[in-house]
């Protein structure tokens, strides 16, 4: 999948790993007025990268609160700014989902 080009580095360590895992997913996806950095479609699961610009936190609360209005089940934020760091907490959320008995077929 090609990146934008204004995709942050921390977006570009997201992409890496969920090209790793093999998981199908969008990039720059819109839901209403919120466009999200990237969609798992078949966990329904959101990922965003928060952690280069400093999201604001109400704006943030606000945007995760409207997702879930429209069903989104699964919000993950990434703040590590490094591959290794990036790579281990997906790694982790991940496995929490399968936990929980989220299939990811």
């Known amino acids: 999948m090609t990146l934008p080009k ?12 969920l090209d790793k895992t093999g998981l199908r997913y ?36 606000r945007r995760d609160e409207h997702l879930q209005e429209l069903g989104i089940k699964y919000i993950i934020h990434v703040k590590e700014k490094t591959y290794k760091k990036i790579e281990e907490t997906l790694w982790q959320e991940l ?8 299939d990811e077929a």
């Open 26 to 61: 969008a990039n720059q996806v819109e839901f209403g007025q919120y466009t999200v950095d990237f969609y798992v479609a078949e966990l329904n699961l959101v990922i965003e990268a928060d952690g280069v610009y400093g999201h604001l936190r109400k704006r943030d609360k």
């Open 95 to 102: 496995n929490k989902l399968e936990q929980l008995g989220v």
């Open 6 to 17: 204004d995709f942050t580095q921390q977006e570009v360590f997201v992409q890496k790993y």
